[in-house]
């Protein structure tokens, strides 16, 4: 594969606009209010919806009669499911993991049972919004209430009550990948049989909500036969393709317009019942239709993330390699299978053996139905999960080896001379140096005085303790060669197009298939094609989101859009480049061979006065009064790119977490990451891009989790109590880079937009286990709140016999706090020791007694 260096015909700027920190050209427009998110659109006669959900997790619908509604002022139409019954199709799923795969199928409006809360069962429309949601309330409905099935092993067990009467059982499917039988590696029991250590471990993966700025919103304005549809969407293009599927209206009818759209974060990946019932609406009325949910509907009803149990185990030698990996995991759909919903865990498959060498590997899937949302991609989709659960595990080997947890990692992944690697998991990794990215990641945390100062508040038992967590990782991005992504049974491609026009004035018009939602890439597409044809960055304008002005293309997720979208416009330019050459031979009268391209001109060489500019050459493109026989007028190009690999960033995250062993706070004093991520193209861009992810990944260590009681009720509905961190949540971050080229693309690129969430969980978590190792503590489960913190701590404690508070005295004696104030363990159950432990003194120190720990026991404590 050629490299940017290799290629003779990439401009030479004198300033080349590649690995300049620019500011986003996007951000004047969305800082100043100067936006269009699409609940700011209004259309003549537009009529609005508000949408009717169920309070019930399982229910059967006995009776609905909306006929209330109409009567309410300002109140147009009202249905329910049974009136679109015949027309509304399901939802689509776009990824039958297996032949076999269970999918019950999924109205937009419930026609006879609803299988989660929140599912919509109605719609009512109204001349404006506060009128149809005003309406709901009028129409009358009766549930007969169904058992609710919440936990997942449960649900699989053969007496469970069903989610879907007409499923055999909960399981969707199950999805198997075994080294042996894929002959990438040794049969997996061998291995376990022989293991001279064995370390198995459950890790809970909780359920997150994709809290994106902008809740979703569409606006459908029918026309004819088809529709316009405005929404707030990630993938305008697939959204059209299977709306036309699902709605039976030919694609070529329908247009699919993402505008500003506020982020996603895989949130809107997704084909919603919202966006279907908007379009129903507008089509039965002949009228432009408008919803826009509220933010409770939008944690309650969009898709959730992650929510899987984790069963994991690896085998080892005495000496630290890493023998095998054995893997079982139960994915929650929740009720329905979105769009991807199935893949997502599948993905993980890959990533499990993260960046380690071994011989055998399996990985068991079962996807289960639940009474709850549907689950799908969320930042990572798959990969934090696999990463996380490896990362916590070669924590646990290492403690279980007494053997350093970098060494083991050093001692286990692949060097940087041995790639190209194919892994256990069958990838082909193309390049990296972990080796590089770890020993910059140690020396800008200063790791060695984070350990000289851990070993020191041990030592005085200080009641605030220092964790030191680190997560090595690495991911397959940049979605993805289209022939991998059929194996998987995906049913769509992962090609991506790009068109360039150079207008007659010499300014550039760029298309391209990707749908920005807040990753900046008019200004990284901008600056590429600012090399490419040697114009100024200011020059270039990129068009996107439209199907109409950007006809092909597949979309923004998975890390996909440089890699995949970004090369696909420099093979459009170089396209673009091509054609230039030939005009300017021509005007030149010249040979092709003889020319240089560098700066925006094509000059001959050895003469370099006798020259055309890109500039001159499209407008004698578009004059069209002397090009070369059979060309055709005008300077552009299109070129559609489909990778034959992924590309594989990746990195190593370190942090420094603070401990208050008597409240269980925990704070991170210190974030370093390195990661590698090929050639940069911006790095302002990509440190945003790094700072939101580890956001992420840091609020599911910490902060974030969706939580159902017992009937099935989504009691975190709202930012109350949904803890999305703020900025003043997080400590400053310290990024860094090292570079290994990608060779499956010309520029070097490697996906950036969920590396931060995918390896930020870990270290933070590794961090908090290992401040709380002197108690016996080898898990806290996410996120760890103060209460799960102290809970580990006096639980730990009371196994171990240790002092669960840093303390003067143990074992029996009865103490409070600093504060006066008694500490026992929450649960209820009496425990001597937790409190039987006074705290650190005023002045934060602390000293053991003659019969606590004593400094001297080292690592122990
Ligand atoms: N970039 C770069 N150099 C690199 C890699 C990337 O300059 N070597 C730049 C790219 O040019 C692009 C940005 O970084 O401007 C992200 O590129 P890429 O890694 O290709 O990721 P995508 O553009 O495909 O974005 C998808 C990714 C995903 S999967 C989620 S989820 C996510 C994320 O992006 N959701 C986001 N970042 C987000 N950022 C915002 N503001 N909002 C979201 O919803």
Redesign the pocket.
């Known amino acids: 594969m050629t490299t940017i260096e290799d290629r003779p015909d990439v401009a030479e700027g004198p300033a080349p606009e590649i690995g300049q920190p620019r500011k986003r050209k996007e951000d004047a427009h969305l800082l100043t209010g100067r936006t269009t998110w699409t609940d700011n659109l209004t259309l003549p006669g537009m009529v609005h919806l508000a949408i009717l959900r169920s309070p019930m997790a399982h229910a059967r619908i006995t009776s609905i009669d909306v006929s209330g509604a109409l009567e309410r002022p300002g109140v147009l139409a009202a249905y329910s499911g049974r009136d679109f019954a015949e027309i509304q199709g399901n939802i689509p799923c776009a990824w039958p993991v297996t032949p076999d795969m269970v999918n019950p199928g999924h109205p937009s409006l419930a026609v006879e049972e609803v299988n989660h809360v929140g599912e919509a069962v109605a719609v009512v429309v109204g001349r404006d919004k506060a009128s149809a949601q005003d309406a709901l309330e009028a129409i009358d409905i009766d549930y007969e209430q169904l058992p609710v099935v919440l936990d997942m092993e449960a649900a699989l067990a053969p007496d469970s009550a069903l989610v879907h009467a007409h499923t055999e059982s909960n399981r969707s499917y199950t999805w198997i990948f075994d080294s042996g039988a894929a002959g990438t590696g040794a049969p997996i029991d061998e291995v376990l049989g022989q293991a001279e250590v064995t370390v198995s471990r459950r890790f809970l993966q909780q359920r997150l909500i994709?809290a994106?700025m902008e809740p979703r919103s569409t606006v459908v304005q029918p026309n004819g036969e088809g529709f316009t549809m405005w929404s707030a969407t990630?993938v305008p293009h697939i959204l059209r393709t299977m709306l036309s599927l699902t709605l039976n209206v030919p694609e070529h009818k329908v247009r699919v317009i993402a505008p500003d759209v506020g982020?996603?974060?895989?949130?809107?990946?997704q084909v919603t019942p919202e966006e279907v019932i908007t379009a129903l609406v507008a089509r039965k009325l002949g009228k432009p239709a408008k919803y826009t949910e509220s933010r409770s509907e939008s944690l309650m009803s969009a898709h959730h993330g992650r929510d899987q149990i984790q069963d994991i185990t690896i085998t080892a030698r005495r000496d630290g390699t890493v023998t095998g990996l054995d893997v079982h995991l139960y994915a929650d759909m929740g009720a329905y299978l979105r769009l991807v919903s199935p893949g997502v865990p599948v993905l993980g498959a890959f990533m499990f053996n993260s960046i380690y060498k071994f011989d055998a590997y399996r990985f068991v899937c079962e996807g289960v139905f639940t009474n709850k949302t549907p689950t799908d991609?969320?930042?990572?989709?798959g990969r934090p999960e696999a990463t996380y659960a490896i990362e916590r595990i070669m924590d646990e080997l290492a403690t279980e080896l007494g053997m350093d947890r970098m060494e083991l990692r050093r001692k286990n992944w692949i060097r940087h001379e041995e790639f190209p690697f194919t892994t256990v998991a069958g990838l082909t990794y193309d390049s990296g140096n972990y080796e590089a990215a770890t020993d910059r990641a140690l020396e800008l945390i200063g790791w060695e005085d984070l350990v000289a100062e851990q070993a020191e508040r041990q030592a005085r038992q200080d009641p605030v303790r220092l964790g030191l967590g680190i997560s090595t990782f690495t991911e397959m991005?940049?979605l993805a060669p289209s022939r991998v992504l059929g194996a998987l049974s995906y049913a769509a491609g992962g090609w991506e197009n790009a068109s360039i026009r150079v207008l007659a004035t010499g300014k550039v018009e760029v298309v391209t298939g990707?749908s920005?939602?807040?990753?900046?890439?008019e200004?990284?597409?901008s600056q590429i094609v600012a090399d490419q044809l040697g114009v100024p960055f200011e020059d270039v304008e990129v068009i996107h989101g439209d199907t109409q002005s950007s006809p092909k293309g597949l979309d923004?997720?998975?890390?996909?859009?440089?890699?995949?979208?970004?090369i696909a416009v420099v093979h459009a330019a170089d396209k673009v480049v091509a054609k230039a050459r030939r005009i300017a031979a021509h005007m030149l009268e010249a040979s092709e061979d003889d020319l240089e391209f560098a700066g925006g001109a094509f000059s001959v060489r050895g003469a370099p006065g006798n020259s055309k500019s890109i500039q001159e050459i499209a407008f004698a493109a578009f004059a069209a009064h002397d090009l070369p026989d059979g060309m055709e007028p005008s300077l552009d190009a299109d070129a559609t790119f489909d990778p034959d690999n992924f590309s594989f960033?990746h990195g190593t995250h370190l942090c420094a977490v603070e401990v208050d062993t008597e409240t269980g706070v925990a704070t991170i004093r210190k974030y370093v990451c390195v990661d590698d991520?090929?050639?940069?193209?911006?790095?302002l861009?990509?440190d945003?891009?790094v700072h939101?992810?580890l956001a992420q990944g840091i609020a599911q260590a910490l902060y974030e989790e969706a939580i159902y009681d017992e009937e099935g009720n989504l009691t975190t509905g709202t930012f109350v109590d949904y803890l999305l961190p703020s900025a003043a949540d997080l400590p400053s971050f310290t990024t860094d880079r090292t570079v290994s080229r990608a060779t499956s693309n010309p520029l070097g690129?490697?996906?950036?937009?969920?590396?931060g969430?995918i390896a930020s969980t870990p270290s933070i978590v590794n961090a908090i286990v290992d401040a709380l190792r002197p108690w016996g503590v080898n898990d806290v489960q996410m996120p760890c709140t103060p209460e799960r913190v102290w809970r580990a701590i006096h639980q730990g404690a009371e196994k171990s016999g240790r002092d669960p508070g840093g303390t003067v005295s143990w074992g029996g004696a009865s103490t409070t706090t600093s504060d006066g104030s008694t500490v026992g363990p929450l649960d209820g159950s009496t425990s001597e020791t937790a409190d039987g432990s006074t705290s650190g003194t005023s002045d934060g120190s602390t000293s053991g007694t003659s019969d606590g720990p004593s400094a001297s026991e080292g690592d122990q404590l």
């Not at 991609?377 to 989709?381: I, K, M, P, Q, S």
């Not at 923004?556 to 970004?566: C, E, N």
């Not at 690129?749 to 590396?755: D, I, L, Q, R």
Request: proline residues 7%.
């Open positions: 994709p994106f990630q982020g996603g974060f895989g949130g809107k990946l991609a969320y930042r990572g989709a991005c940049g990707v920005p939602h807040g990753q900046g890439h200004t990284a597409w923004t997720y998975g890390s996909r859009s440089l890699a995949v979208g970004g960033p991520i090929g050639t940069v193209i911006n790095p861009i990509v945003g891009q939101g992810g690129v490697k996906g950036v937009g969920e590396a969430t």
